[in-house]
């Protein structure tokens, strides 16, 4: 039996994707926990520099939280079963990491989004960095039909990254949009045949690869920090941030190589 999650790394990129197809990926405590595990892990090593998240097949990126499983644990309905059941109720850090929220990423994220992203699936996505959809792409938030909420950050974060009132639509009627509507609005960055679509993630994620990864580290960890701030608190992070990438060695062999008309080599030191 495959699992439902894949992890793979491959020089500096790491793969992360939703491996149940049958299910349109549907988030289940086993798929959440390695999840969580892989973007620890990505965090910590020095070799990777980008990630890719993608649902396996051709028909969803991810359709949500699974109704039979994750739905019932986290209400309250299902008693935990196994240890996957157990690390979701236990450990903060599994709901934490897996959908990117309140955990401390700083690496950038890229999605490729390849289908239907709804619910959790979307909630997901709001905390990727550059998002890259398929033509037959689809996105909402429909926990309002269900008579539930959005519960891991879409609440607090999508009418931070679209239009207010967009945002309060979307999550208000649970109504989906096209991926040329969701571009429109800035959800994803761009629409592309569904061919190229693993094709334009990655050369987004080697074009980040091969830039300084204190820099470009810091510059996320600055983006996100200063999120909602006043702008003498966000200009200190900054002021911050500058000092320490200032100092690094990094720093110097990026102008270094420049002037020397040659590819630099970074360390992220």
């Known amino acids: ?40 892990d990505y965090a910590s090593d020095p070799q990777l520099r980008a990630a890719i998240i993608t649902g396996a097949g051709s028909k969803a990126f991810c359709a949500g ?34 959908s990117l929220r309140d955990y401390p990423l700083y690496k950038p994220v890229i999605a490729a989004v390849n289908g239907y992203c709804l619910a959790a699936g979307a909630e997901l996505l709001l905390g990727t960095d550059i998002r890259i959809a398929a033509q037959h792409a689809s996105f909402g938030y429909p926990e309002a039909k269900r008579a539930i909420i959005p519960f891991a950050g879409s609440l607090a974060r999508l009418p931070r990254q679209i239009p ?63 999120s909602g701030t006043p702008l003498s608190e966000g200009y200190a992070l900054e002021d911050e941030a500058r000092r320490a990438v200032l100092a690094s060695d990094d720093a110097k062999e990026g102008p270094l190589a420049f002037m020397q008309k040659r590819a630099p080599q970074y360390t992220g030191r």
């Not at 949009?177 to 334009?200: H, K």
Request: hydrophobic share 45%; with cysteine.
């Open 1 to 40: 039996m495959s699992l439902p999650f894949v992890y793979e790394k491959k020089g500096h990129i790491a793969y992360f994707t939703l491996n149940r197809p049958h299910a349109h990926n549907a988030l289940t405590p086993e798929l959440v926990c390695r999840l969580a595990d892989a973007v620890e």
């Open 65 to 98: 939280g699974d109704l039979g499983s994750m739905i019932p644990l986290l209400a309250g309905n299902r008693a935990p079963q196994d240890e996957w059941d157990r690390r979701v109720l236990a450990e903060p850090k599994v709901m934490a990491a897996s």
């Open 164 to 226: 207010h009132a967009l945002a309060m639509e979307l999550l208000l009627t649970g109504d989906t949009i096209s991926a040329d509507q969701a571009c429109r609005i800035g959800l994803v960055n761009r629409v592309v045949p569904a061919e190229s679509l693993l094709a334009e993630a990655e050369a987004v994620a080697h074009r980040i690869a091969e830039n300084g990864p204190l820099a470009v580290q810091r510059i996320k960890e600055t983006v996100m920090c200063s």
